[in-house]
């Protein structure tokens, strides 16, 4: 039988944290201020977006002030159905689809076209005058529009009938009772309030653009038109996306104002102003149901967010750079 070497140590090597946690110590460590900088912030994201996430299980439960939120029965996806059997189910997904589409759309192509516009304008003060005078009706609360609305549309004291009706010899129009009007009343009242904001995103993107792009344009000979196309609209195209992405996010919800304060609450044009969000707030407010609101709701968001997934999908498809993410 060999005999067995002797005198040999087994040398262990000590157990090295693997790379990544390494990393994370070492950048602690070194921009731990930064870190303490941020938790002020991050406390605040927690407890302002993550924590009333909690909620959603309202969504689900048949919720009665006697147990309260936790102790009510569990009622599974009913309030979800009863939301899908109604039968204006069809009609206010309808019109709340067609109509942000449409304000898609429109806050697309007309902000871009103001502000090259404005941008053309080369006396400062009267830019600044027109950019103000845009911006103004975003700042106005949808009750004060809706009364500046009523003051066009009235039947009796409204400026449209009786002041430009009249020019044209046409008889007035009860417009609060006229469904007809009121997919295009809409929109322009949309787009007039929210025109100045998104111009001036789209203002502050053309300012960004280097104007030796343009001189080189002009000493080559190209018109304003060939200067926006092939110069303009690429230099801002990342903005662009970015603004439609997130106007698609929130496809499924409507701007509650503009739906139910603007038509003044009338049932003759339900069928073409009634949306999601009026609906479930009327409901509410005759059934007092909190779990169907919220599983509105909850509806509203899980769509939007499966469409700006695919949405922001397709961008990289086409395009990496100009994805959101």
Excluded: C
Aim: aromatic letters at 16%; proline letters at 5%.
């Amino acid at each position: 039988m060999a005999a067995q070497p002797t005198g040999l140590t087994v040398s262990v090597k000590p157990k090295i944290p693997d790379r990544p946690r390494m990393k994370f110590i070492t950048n602690v460590r070194r921009y731990w201020i930064f870190y303490v900088m941020m938790l002020p912030a991050i406390v605040l994201l927690v407890l302002n977006n993550y924590i009333p996430m909690l909620g959603i299980i309202v969504a689900f439960k048949n919720i009665n002030y006697t147990d309260g939120v936790l102790g009510s029965p569990w009622v599974g996806f009913d309030n979800f159905k009863y939301l899908f059997k109604t039968s204006d189910a069809w009609i206010i997904t309808r019109n709340t689809i067609a109509y942000n589409a449409l304000f898609i759309v429109l806050n697309l192509a007309i902000p871009v076209m103001f502000a090259i516009m404005l941008n053309e304008i080369k006396n400062r003060f009267m830019a600044k005058f027109h950019q103000s005078i845009m911006f103004l009706p975003y700042f106005l609360s949808m009750v004060v529009i809706s009364y500046l609305v009523f003051a066009f549309l009235d039947e009796s004291h409204g400026f449209i009938n009786t002041t430009i009706f009249p020019w044209f010899h046409l008889d007035a129009i009860q417009f609060y009772m006229e469904k007809k009007v009121w997919p295009y009343i809409i929109p322009l009242v949309s787009t007039w309030k929210s025109m100045g904001y998104y111009t001036v995103i789209y203002m502050a993107a053309i300012i960004g653009i280097d104007d030796e792009y343009y001189e080189a344009a002009t000493i080559d000979g190209a018109s304003k038109w060939q200067q926006f196309k092939g110069i303009t609209i690429p230099m801002i195209a990342p903005v662009m996306i970015t603004m439609t992405l997130l106007q698609i996010g929130r496809i499924f919800f409507a701007d509650f104002g503009l739906f139910y304060q603007v038509p003044r609450e009338s049932g003759m044009i339900f069928s073409v102003t009634n949306v999601i969000d009026t609906y479930v707030y009327r409901t509410f407010l005759a059934v007092g149901d909190i779990g169907l609101s919220s599983a509105a709701g909850l509806y509203q968001s899980l769509v939007g967010f499966i469409l700006v997934l695919l949405s922001n999908w397709i961008v990289r498809r086409v395009n990496k750079d100009n994805a959101l993410f």
